[in-house]
């Protein structure tokens, strides 16, 4: 199985190819997803393994939750090219990502949405994917509970909101706060779900949760921010 991952959920933007088994991870850089630059890069990792996209079985996408303008980019650049090669498209959430990286058997993942708020879930293994026990949401780190059990925290979350995000949780056993959602991993979950879990490219969408994608001015200058 041949396939291409774009992972554009957070700042650091990756791409990766899988080809029966063997799986590259590039970089494309940080800051917003490159708009410009992302299709450029993944001709390029094509290229240098010697295959175009007519030759691939499916794009897989990390489909958040995350930055929305990275997630508008990414949709619509794994849409285009699939819809260009006659490909279907693998979706896959970003969170989950973030807890396969992890060797633990549960992990809560928990990422920095701003405003004051973080994406978050709560998954268990089974095999090598991932399976949501507390489906992805968008709350204030307050509000977050930690399943019963034991479980490993993962996600800048953990970082941006230290003081405010399961203090003193006794279930807590550790965490990764530098942990990011990777293309390498998404390749490897795709390929895990097969082409069974490919879809049309006109059915694949961005992961919001949050339901409001964007402040008026009002409220970001009453937050401080810049108009």
Not at 152 to 172: I, K, Q, T
Request: hydrophobic letters at 50%; charged letters at 15%; a negative charge.
């Amino acid at each position: 199985m041949k396939l291409l991952g774009i992972e554009t959920s957070c700042e650091a933007v990756s791409i990766a190819l899988w080809r029966d088994g063997e799986v590259v991870q590039r970089p494309v850089g940080s800051g917003r997803a490159p708009s410009e630059t992302l299709i450029p890069e993944l001709m390029q990792l094509l290229s240098a393994h010697g295959l175009t996209l007519a030759s691939l079985d499916a794009i897989a996408l990390g489909v958040g939750p995350g930055m929305f303008t990275g997630l508008r980019v990414g949709c619509s650049v794994a849409q285009g090219l699939a819809l260009a090669a006659d490909l279907g498209v693998i979706p896959v959430c970003s969170l989950a990502l973030i807890a396969a990286a992890q060797d633990a058997e549960h992990v809560l993942v928990a990422t920095d949405a701003r405003m004051g708020e973080v994406y978050c879930a709560a998954y268990r293994r089974e095999g090598a994917a991932p399976v949501a026990v507390v489906a992805p949401t968008c709350t204030p780190p307050e509000d977050v509970v930690l399943p019963a059990g034991e479980w490993f925290g993962a996600g800048n979350a953990f970082a941006a909101y230290a003081p405010r995000l399961l203090v003193d949780a006794p279930g807590l056993t550790g965490c990764d706060a530098a942990a990011v959602p990777r293309a390498d991993v998404l390749v490897r979950l795709a390929a895990a779900s097969g082409r069974g879990a490919a879809l049309d490219p006109a059915r694949v969408a961005p992961l919001y949760v949050r339901d409001k994608v964007a402040q008026t001015v009002a409220e970001r200058l009453a937050q401080g921010g810049k108009a």
